[in-house]
């Protein structure tokens, strides 16, 4: 199974501050037959399921602001909250797609300092 | 816009099967373009994915549930199920379904999920 490792667990930041989110993964989810990297992120709000951010690594799902920015390759991924608004508080999962059993990180939570 | 609801039993007792079922509403299972998933949440905690299934009845398992794990689907109700056998009180979790491409080469996220439902196993 590829392991997902989230870091850190949980992170405060000041509203309009950045957030940072890393990603890492056991092994590579680059695959080399379209060179895309297998890999998304989704946000969680208490009491609702996730909700799809971005994929393909750095693509933003539909509707969701340009303040969130996926970057990264390989086995390291960033999710990047250019500045934080109150409706970020969440928790935020990585996911790769490359190889099942499919797996997510930990979560990483986001509080308002 | 595709919805996903999930139902049955909140409750179950140990050694039983759990049994879920999701409806699918504005979209079609029998889509060639979709796997049809289930991920569960155990409370306070990240997601595991369970399995999913394609329209034809073909299977994907997480080799750590896969023992006790059945998904099927009926294409004339729209649904696809969840089954789970011999459960303990470490499959006290929500259950989520969700869809994800069919075409590996095209992405395989999950979206849209359903609501989820928690489901606790306790006598």
């Known amino acids: 199974d590829i392991v997902m490792t989230q870091s850190p667990d949980s992170l405060a930041v000041s509203l309009g501050e950045r957030a940072t989110i890393k990603c890492k993964s056991s092994q590579s989810v680059l695959h080399s037959s379209n060179n895309k990297n297998y890999l998304t992120w989704y946000q969680q709000k208490p009491g609702q399921p996730p909700k799809l951010l971005i994929y393909w690594t750095s693509t933003r799902e539909s509707g969701v602001p340009d303040r969130f920015s996926g970057s990264g390759s390989g086995r390291d991924f960033t999710l990047t909250i250019s500045s934080l608004q109150a409706e970020d508080v969440a928790v935020y999962y990585c996911?790769?797609?490359?190889?099942?059993?499919?797996?997510f990180g930990q979560g990483t939570k986001l509080e308002i300092k | 816009q595709v919805l996903l609801q999930e139902s049955g039993p909140g409750l179950v007792k140990p050694s039983q099967t759990l049994s879920l079922t999701c409806t699918v509403s504005g979209g079609s299972v029998s889509s060639g373009d979709y796997y049809w998933s289930w991920i569960r949440q155990h409370p306070g905690k990240g997601l595991e994915w369970i399995g999913y299934?394609?329209?034809?009845?073909?299977?994907s398992y997480n080799p750590s549930l896969s023992s006790r794990v059945t998904i099927s689907v009926d294409t004339s109700e729209n649904q696809f199920s969840l089954k789970l056998t011999s459960v303990t009180a470490a499959d006290t979790a929500v259950y989520y379904c969700a869809r994800a491409s069919y075409n590996w080469l095209s992405g395989r996220w999950f979206d849209p999920w359903g609501q989820g439902t928690l489901v606790t196993v306790s006598s």
């Open positions: 996911q790769q797609y490359y190889s099942t059993p499919y797996t």
């Open positions: 299934i394609y329209y034809s009845g073909s299977t």
